[in-house]
């Protein structure tokens, strides 16, 4: 008698099932990643505050950096860097330590996953180089702004990791401030609905 293939899908609060090896964007829905990514702890939790800081906040925060940036962004740009993390909703916030450990396949699975994501919110499934480059940019300032004032680095260990930030965006102070889970959830799904309205 032959084994049944391993499970391989998700289910959602929306009752979704996201098949992880070949997701389709039918199966995406927003509020479901912003529920997902709002109880994802980033630095696997080893941060200061009453809450963790949850991968919604830093996704919001890198789509402020990457505005600040680049003020020509535009609301489809804005909406890639707010995605940007958004497969972790269903596989986690793993850290690049261990990212680095396991190697191709689990980047494979993460790039199926935000490309079906892309896709179901009318984005390009591979973004421009450019705007890639940006959010990286973005992404890596972030970082920097939550080791050093989160997750007990030292000014100088943050700088060998993730480069010195070029703008210290308005308002950090706030976006770095650890919220509930529930703050978190209502403030993604504000700031991506306000995005879509410009699209």
């Known amino acids: ?9 998700q289910r959602m609060l929306s009752g979704r099932r996201l098949d992880l090896l070949d997701p389709s964007p039918l199966d995406v829905e927003i509020e479901d990643i912003a529920h997902g990514l709002a109880r994802v702890a980033r630095w696997n939790g080893q941060t200061k505050g009453p809450h963790i800081f949850s991968v919604a906040q830093h996704s919001l925060l890198v789509e402020t950096i ?14 890639y860097a707010l ?14 330590p261990f990212k680095a450990v396991i190697g191709d396949s689990y980047k494979q699975v993460e790039h199926r996953i935000l490309s079906a994501i892309l896709l179901r919110f009318s984005l390009p499934a591979k973004p421009a180089a ?22 007990g680095f030292d000014l100088a260990e943050a700088q060998k ?13 706030a976006l770095l401030e650890p919220i509930s889970s529930q703050e978190a959830e209502r403030r993604f799904l504000v700031r991506f609905r306000a995005i879509e309205d410009e699209t």
């Open 1 to 9: 008698m032959s084994r049944a293939a391993p499970r391989a899908w």
């Open 130 to 151: 450019g705007l890639a480059a940006l959010v990286k940019k973005a992404d890596r300032a972030a970082a920097y702004f939550e080791a050093t004032a989160l997750a």
């Open 83 to 96: 995605l940007h993390d958004a497969p972790e909703y269903v596989v986690g916030d793993m850290i690049s």
């Open 161 to 173: 990791f993730f480069g010195r930030p070029e703008l210290r965006p308005r308002g950090l102070d």
């Open 66 to 79: 990457a505005s600040a940036l680049d003020i020509g962004i535009g609301p489809r740009g804005a909406l």
